[in-house]
Structures are given as structure tokens and as C-alpha cells.
T-cell receptor, first 118, second 113 residues
Framework: GAVVSQHPSRVICKSGTSVKIECRSLDFQATTMFWYRQFPKQSLMLMATSNEGSKATYEQGVEKDKFLINHASLTLSTLTVTSAHPEDSSFYIC??????????????FGPGTRLTVL | GENVEQHPSTLSVQEGDSAVIKCTYSDSASNYFPWYKQELGKRPQLIIDIRSNVGEKKDQRIAVTLNKTAKHFSLHITETQPEDSAVYFCAAHLYSGNTPPVFGKGTRLSVIA
């Protein structure tokens, strides 16, 4: 199946710094990628939809100036957590849909990034 | 918008028994229903999916059933094994491109050896 990578897998940073997370589709092109946040023992919470070549669509309650999303190419989307604070500590997961689709809407998830803000 | 309810939130079964997880959805336009398995600290993995033009789908020990009229779908795992222990998420969405799935809150399945 399709492969989505995420980097870094784990990051620890000081409060006030910015952290960039990359999501790459390795063997397919993705016009759309989704960014999720997952707290311990909870479900996936959609943060935003990243569209190649256009602005991301943010879910209600998600600050677009704090969580910057850039979908620079058909294989790469980045999420930058700006001025991170301890409450931003979470597991961030991206997912991507294949551009050809093949008639499916299968979400291929990245392995996730565990962010810890001290 | 779509709303997905998932039950139960936790489920414990003896090894070899069956496990059933149920989800309901609100938007009758949804036509694609995947199930994901997530082990601790890992990414969700698609285990089975079903489209609205099909009532049932089976893959070895895993099956999914869909009742479009009642707007609910279920995951069935037979002959459970300890390695089936994980969190399972259902999802529902409309196949139209660019629309994200709406996830249920998850079911933590524990298979007791």
C-alpha cells in the first residue's frame, strides 16, 4: 500500500519556540493531506485540510496563525507549530489521499510526531 | 455535518471469542466507511472498509456490515487473538475528494489470553 512518512517522529522543545513537522507521500501524489491531533486515549481530532497550491482549511477552534500549514508540492505538507506552549504537547498525525484514488478514499496515515513542549 | 458515534468505548473479550464494535452516522450522504486499528503510539492502519453499495464485507477473521437505512455499521472480529488488542476507530465520509473522514471516538479492545 501507499506510504506516508512524517518527520520528526519525536521532538522536545522549549516553550516559545517553533516546530516544523513534515508529512510526505513517498510513492504517490496527494493533492490533499489532513492534519490531526490526538491526545492520549482519545480519537483523532482534525485540525486542518491541506490542499496543494492553495490555503489550508482550518477546523473551528484551530488557530491558523499558530498552526501554519504549507502544502508546497504534491508530496509534501508541513505543519509549523509557532510559539509552542506546553498545552500544544500532543501526538500530531498527518494523512494523505492518493491523487488517482483508484476509486477509493483510503487515508494513508503517517507514523505521527510526538511533540513535547517544556 | 457528519457525526459518528461509536460503542462501546472499551471492550474486553476472552481469547477465541468474538468482538463486535458498532458505529452510527448522521449524514445519509456518507458513502464510505473505513475501520482503523491503532496500536499504542503508532499510526492508524486501515483494516477493512465498506462502501454504501455493499451490505457486508469479509476479510478472514474481520467483517464489516452496513445498514444504510438505519445508518449504522459494525465491525466483527472472530476468533480473537491477543494481538487484536488495540484501539479501533470507525469513520464515515463522502467520497467526493477533499473531504476528511469523521472518526468515532474509538474502542479500546483487550483480548485476554
Amino acid at each position: 500500500g501507499a506510504v506516508v512518512s512524517q518527520h520528526p517522529s519525536r521532538v522536545i522543545c522549549k516553550s516559545g519556540t517553533s516546530v516544523k513537522i513534515e508529512c510526505r507521500s513517498l510513492d504517490f501524489q496527494a493533492t490533499t493531506m489532513f492534519w490531526y491531533r490526538q491526545f492520549p486515549k482519545q480519537s483523532l481530532m482534525l485540525m486542518a485540510t491541506s490542499n496543494e497550491g492553495s490555503k489550508a482549511t482550518y477546523e473551528q477552534g484551530v488557530e491558523k496563525d499558530k498552526f501554519l500549514i504549507n502544502h508546497a508540492s504534491l508530496t509534501l505538507s508541513t505543519l509549523t507549530v509557532t510559539s509552542a506552549h506546553p498545552e500544544d504537547s500532543s501526538f500530531y498525525i498527518c494523512s494523505a489521499e492518493s491523487i488517482s484514488g483508484g476509486g477509493t478514499d483510503t487515508q494513508y496515515f503517517g507514523p505521527g510526531t510526538r511533540l513535547t513542549v517544556l | 455535518g457528519e457525526n459518528v458515534e461509536q460503542h462501546p468505548s472499551t471492550l474486553s473479550v476472552q481469547e477465541g471469542d468474538s468482538a463486535v464494535i458498532k458505529c452510527t452516522y448522521s449524514d445519509s450522504a456518507s458513502n464510505y466507511f473505513p475501520w482503523y486499528k491503532q496500536e499504542l503510539g503508532k499510526r492508524p492502519q486501515l483494516i477493512i472498509d465498506i462502501r454504501s453499495n455493499v451490505g457486508e464485507k469479509k476479510d478472514q477473521r474481520i467483517a464489516v456490515t452496513l445498514n444504510k437505512t438505519a445508518k449504522h455499521f459494525s465491525l466483527h472480529i472472530t476468533e480473537t487473538q491477543p494481538e487484536d488488542s488495540a484501539v479501533y476507530f470507525c469513520a464515515a465520509h463522502l467520497y467526493s475528494g477533499n473531504t476528511p473522514p469523521v472518526f468515532g471516538k474509538g474502542t479500546r479492545l483487550s483480548v485476554i489470553a
